[in-house]
């Protein structure tokens, strides 16, 4: 088999999607954040095409076919994505958009390839096992189907770390075996569905990597906070939380609201993310307030005070997926008010909030001083915000400039006043 392989032009990525067009490529490789940006484009079109009397139903086909023609280089027969899960919706949406099935891989750097639409490849696979994980409550035992920690041995895996025998005994049992700190689910013979990570680390849509226990240990320094659980999952670019406040900050609850300790305890999150100097994408972006403690006694602390999470998923994760779902709809609408309102607004409030929708801030965080980076943007992020402000502004914006740590939204602002 013969294969010709691209890569972007720039490692900013400013030109990716200008190189899938020109390089009109047969297997397109996506991860989510990608596919979150296609979507964006998806909706900037539709926005541009739709108006009174017209049918939504064949505006929506004919952006999809334009898309596919000419956006994707129209000639893309197979998709595949990979590190990190992708919601049922952007996976439906990219399926109706190219025409072709969605394949989904699973592997890693030191292993290979180990899974195709969640069936163990063989004979790459030589053999994989699931071990017990007491500490997350993971069990082969469990009913209706065994979890547990997937161990694999693979045709294509190291034989360890170079000169460094320590992380490969680690990283290997006795057998052989490497460790992949995913925690899976064995649906049927060979089948296996991810379900969580053994130790705590979270890789969130974009690819980055979240410690989860570390950044609970920083943000729990709060004077304002008791306990905190961060919540998370691969179909998201960001975190959220429950909140535990103390008895001093809980008794307030009544006299201030919760409006009220929600904006003191976000200040205080904040300011100490700013003190340990953490990226963007490691402050929860919104939380819950739980006035009931985490303990032994409603099983959610284990014996040795750690926070049980599987019990803390089980019990909050319908709410925290609400306000996901709930954010994701006010993110359109605000997408939508302002390309509508921003001819009538001075270019710097357009900036602004075209950063707050962009990145899914609140006001009382984003300043005219601010730099785009320090707010937690990312290369891919810029790009979208780059794109954005093309449509709201009719003019090209690099992601060079959006990125320059030198320039601030109000020198942003300077320059696109410039360049109309």
């Known amino acids: 088999m013969v294969a010709l392989i691209y890569f972007a032009a720039k490692s900013d990525l400013s030109t990716l999607f ?12 996506l991860v989510p954040r990608v596919c979150e940006m296609i979507y964006g484009h998806y909706q900037r079109e539709l926005y541009r095409r739709m108006s009174d009397g017209v049918d939504s139903g064949t505006v929506e086909a004919d952006v999809k076919a334009d898309m ?21 919706e952007l996976y439906a949406f990219i399926e109706s958009l190219v025409d072709v099935r969605l394949i989904d891989l ?8 180990v899974l195709r639409d969640h069936q163990v490849l063989r004979p790459v696979v030589i053999d994989y096992k699931l071990v017990d994980v007491p500490e997350l409550g993971y069990f082969r035992t469990d009913k209706p189907v065994p979890r547990g920690e997937l161990l694999v041995k693979t045709e294509y895996a190291t034989p360890g770390y170079y000169k460094r025998p320590d992380v490969t005994a680690e990283m290997f049992d006795e057998d052989g075996f490497y460790k992949t700190g995913d925690i899976m689910a064995e649906v049927g013979p060979d089948q296996l569905v991810y379900v969580d990570r053994r130790y705590n680390v979270l890789k969130l849509a974009q690819g980055e990597f979240v410690a989860l226990s570390h950044l609970e240990a920083v943000f729990a320094t709060s004077p304002l906070i008791r306990q905190i659980f961060l919540y998370g999952n691969s179909e998201r ?11 001093e900050v809980i008794a307030q609850l009544g006299c201030d609201g919760v409006q009220r300790v929600k904006s003191l305890i976000g200040k205080s999150l904040q300011q100490i993310a700013a003190e340990a100097q953490l990226n963007g994408y490691e402050i929860p972006r919104d939380f819950l307030i739980q006035t009931e403690p985490f303990t032994m006694e409603n099983g959610l602390l284990s014996g040795a005070g750690k926070l049980l999470r599987p019990k803390l998923k089980a019990r909050h994760s319908r709410r925290l997926d609400h306000m996901y779902a709930e954010m994701a709809a006010e993110q359109v609408n605000e997408l939508r008010a302002l390309r509508a309102g921003s001819p009538d607004r001075p270019v710097l409030e357009t900036v602004t909030k075209a950063v707050e929708v962009t990145l899914g801030l609140s006001v009382a965080d984003v300043r005219p001083d601010a730099r785009f980076i320090d707010l937690g943007g990312d290369s891919l992020s810029a790009l979208s915000f780059s794109n954005l402000l093309a449509d709201l502004f009719g003019i ?25």
């Open 18 to 29: 200008d190189d899938i067009t020109l390089v009109r490529p047969t297997v397109l490789s």
């Open 68 to 88: 596919r023609d000419n956006f994707l280089g129209g000639r893309v027969v197979s998709t595949v994505f990979g590190t990190a899960l992708l919601s049922a």
């Open 106 to 113: 699973y592997g890693s750097t030191e292993a290979g390839l």
């Open 237 to 247: 670019s960001f975190l959220l939380a429950v909140v535990v406040p103390t008895a």
């Open 396 to 420: 090209e914006v690099p992601v060079g400039v959006v990125r320059n740590p030198a320039s601030d939204l109000r020198q942003l602002t300077n320059y696109i006043e410039a360049q109309r």
